[in-house]
């Protein structure tokens, strides 16, 4: 039986979910240690220092319910002022000193006689504590495209999570792959400054338009005075989030009315109907991740940018050579290409009870019940696990519901003393049949690749429904559905 002292808790993560699952302990008074394996903080919006970079959710919505900003500078805030809302929440709630940086964890491992998770740094220092939470995202090891002579290119070539800001590429000629979130952030801040931009686009994207706008100081310190007023805001953008949740989770063919108004804003917005032909998608829209841009198709008017639909080939140490044979020439070369978004925790190798690897388990795709935990792997939680992204809303509110969920299970282990909780399998593959199912009607499923499909065809990534329904499933821990150890 555990001791009457509150459980230990580690956080692998210190990007918006391990900050917030910190915060959270914290208040309730669990001693926590986040674990974050590079210098600082921030986790996507630390790495990804792009220009142009920004959240394509309002940032009224895309931030902590319990720590509203009310002096957002923007509608849409960029990557800086995010980062520095995260700091602000580590310093306002005192995290410093709870959070080791330089410090990755190679192994966890569970001692079930105990009830402990045994945790190895990647410097070889051994941790014990009661339970794991892992906040490591989806969006966190770049892909680089397996492309043959990638290494062979002359000049800088990096990708977008990983900006060389050593390169000046002002009156340049640069190559940039991929045309996904990133890119139709990248190419506008760039195209005025180089000499010239070959963007290399496989599918082309569905926008919508960003209407962004600059807070007025009145408005900030209205939402400061009136607190009452910026949750109105926020309940509102919620709302109207949520609704495409219907086009997107239940009925797709009702999208066939923003594809309607996309092609009509295109006609506005490039007129040359070649261009506007190879900018045109051929699916549904939202099967991809619907992009966020109003001055993507401007930018594709540019004289100075070439859209090249031709495959690339290869990587040759001039640039770019295409199926059609010819090569572009560049001066730097830039992947917008993604992430692994399929490696959930990679490279942690995660070992539970009788020594069982969760890469093992999740060869054929990750699962997690609720998105949050394993069977065989108790004490063990996941934020922004398996099937918990989203196409529609903040996945802020999904975080905070896993959160929530995350301190009700401790809670239980604390107040009962419990050894451990582990999620049974039956809970598991139910949810997860009614998760696949589910996302059989989906758009994400009408027939297109995108970041969510795997390789076996399983969407391992998204759900399918409303985060409002999340929310009612997650609201407390069922405790029909998780074995009991004492
Ligand atoms: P992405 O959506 O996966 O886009 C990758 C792009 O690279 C796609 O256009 C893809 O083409 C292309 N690509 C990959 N390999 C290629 C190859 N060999 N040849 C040519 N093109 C290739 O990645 P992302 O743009 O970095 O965005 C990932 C996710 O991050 C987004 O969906 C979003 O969730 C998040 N994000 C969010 C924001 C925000 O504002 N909140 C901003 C950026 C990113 P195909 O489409 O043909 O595969």
Redesign the pocket.
């Known amino acids: 039986m555990r001791s009457t002292t509150k459980p230990t808790v580690a956080i692998i993560g210190a990007g918006f979910a391990g900050i917030g699952m910190a915060i959270r302990l914290k208040q309730a008074g669990y001693p926590v240690t986040v674990f974050e394996r590079e210098a600082d903080l921030g986790g996507v919006w630390r790495d990804?220092t792009y220009p142009g970079?920004?959240?394509?959710?309002p940032s009224h919505l895309y931030s902590f319910s319990f720590e509203p900003k009310p002096d957002w500078t923007r509608r849409y805030a960029t990557q800086p002022e995010i980062l520095d809302y995260l700091r602000h929440c580590v310093h306002k709630y005192g995290l410093g000193a709870h959070i080791r940086f330089g410090t990755g964890i190679a192994t966890a491992e569970f001692d079930e006689q105990r009830g402990h998770w045994r945790l190895t740094t990647e410097g070889g220092e051994t941790i014990e504590i009661d339970a794991l939470v892992s906040a490591c995202g989806q969006?966190r090891i770049p892909?680089l495209?397996d492309?043959l002579g990638r290494d062979t290119f002359a000049g800088p070539a990096f990708h977008?999570?990983r900006w060389d800001h050593r390169q000046d590429l002002t009156g340049k000629r640069v190559g940039v792959?991929?045309?996904?979130?990133?890119?139709v952030?990248v190419v506008p801040a760039l195209v005025d400054s180089v000499h010239e931009l070959r963007l290399?686009?496989?599918?082309p994207?569905y926008l919508v338009p960003r209407p962004d706008r600059a807070y007025p100081a009145w408005q900030r310190r209205l939402f400061a005075r009136f607190p009452l007023l910026q949750k109105l805001g926020r309940a509102k953008l919620f709302a109207q989030h949520e609704a495409r949740v219907l086009g997107f989770g239940y009925a797709p063919r009702m999208l066939r009315v923003s594809e309607v108004l996309f092609r009509r804003r295109l006609r506005r917005q490039v007129p040359d109907p070649d261009r506007r032909a190879a900018l045109t998608p051929d699916y549904r829209i939202g099967c991809?991740?619907v992009l966020?841009s109003s001055d993507f198709h401007p930018a594709m008017n540019r004289a100075n940018l070439a859209l090249v639909t031709d495959?690339?080939r290869e990587i040759v140490p001039e640039g770019v050579r295409t199926d059609d044979g010819r090569v572009h020439e560049l001066d730097v070369l830039v992947y917008?290409?993604?992430?692994r978004?399929q490696d959930f925790l990679t490279p942690m190798r995660v070992l539970g009870r009788g020594g069982r690897d969760l890469d093992e388990e999740w060869r054929d795709g990750a699962r997690a019940h609720l998105g949050i935990t394993v069977p065989g792997f108790p004490n063990f939680f996941l934020l922004y696990g398996p099937n918990t992204?989203l196409g529609h809303n903040s996945i802020i509110y999904m975080i905070e519901s896993q959160i929530a969920y995350v301190l009700d299970a401790l809670q239980r282990l604390h107040t009962r003393r419990l050894r451990y909780l582990d999620v049974r399998v039956p809970a598991l593959r139910e949810f997860d049949e009614h998760v696949q199912r589910r996302l059989r009607n989906t758009v994400f499923s009408t027939g297109c690749?995108?970041?969510y499909i795997a390789d076996n065809g399983r969407n391992a990534n998204n759900w399918p429904s409303s985060v409002l329904a999340y929310r009612r499933l997650t609201r407390s821990l069922d405790p029909a559905e998780y074995e009991h150890a004492r």
Not at 336 to 339: C, E, K, Q
């Open positions: 990804n970079a920004a959240c394509d959710i969006l892909a495209p492309l977008t999570a792959i991929g045309t996904g979130a990133t890119a952030q290399f686009q496989r599918t994207p991809k991740r966020v495959s690339v917008a290409t993604g992430f978004t992204n690749d995108s970041w």
